[in-house]
C-alpha cells in the first residue's frame, strides 16, 4: 500500500466522520422523515466507506453470502444510500408542497 492511498484512507475516514457527526446534530434539532432519511444516507455511506477501507486492507474478507453472484453486503451499501438520498428528497419536497 502506498503513501498516497493511507493519506487518502484517512481523508476519506476523517471528513466522512465529520458528516456523519454533522448529520446526527441535525436529526438531533429537527426530527422530520427527510432528515432522518438524510442521516441514514450519511451513515450509510460512511459506513461503506469503512467497509471498503477494511475490506482492501484484508481486516475484513467476503461475507459468503451471495446474492446473483455478489457480495450481499456490498450490494447492501450499493442500494440504500441512494434509495435514502432519495426518499429525503421526496420527503421534502412534499413538505414544502
Do not use: H, N
Not at 492511498?5 to 476519506?12: H, P, Q, T
Amino acid at each position: 500500500m502506498s503513501e498516497k492511498e493511507i493519506v487518502l484512507y484517512c481523508l476519506r475516514l476523517f471528513f466522512g466522520g465529520l458528516c456523519s457527526f454533522a448529520a446526527i446534530l441535525l436529526c438531533a434539532k429537527r426530527r422530520s422523515a427527510g432528515v432522518v432519511c438524510l442521516v441514514a444516507f450519511v451513515l450509510l455511506s460512511y459506513a461503506r466507506s469503512v467497509y471498503e477501507i477494511l475490506r482492501s486492507l484484508g481486516i475484513i474478507l467476503e461475507t459468503g453470502l451471495d446474492f446473483f453472484g455478489m457480495d450481499a453486503l456490498l450490494l447492501a451499501f450499493e442500494i440504500f444510500p441512494p434509495l435514502f438520498l432519495f426518499l429525503a428528497m421526496i420527503f421534502m419536497i412534499a413538505k414544502k408542497i
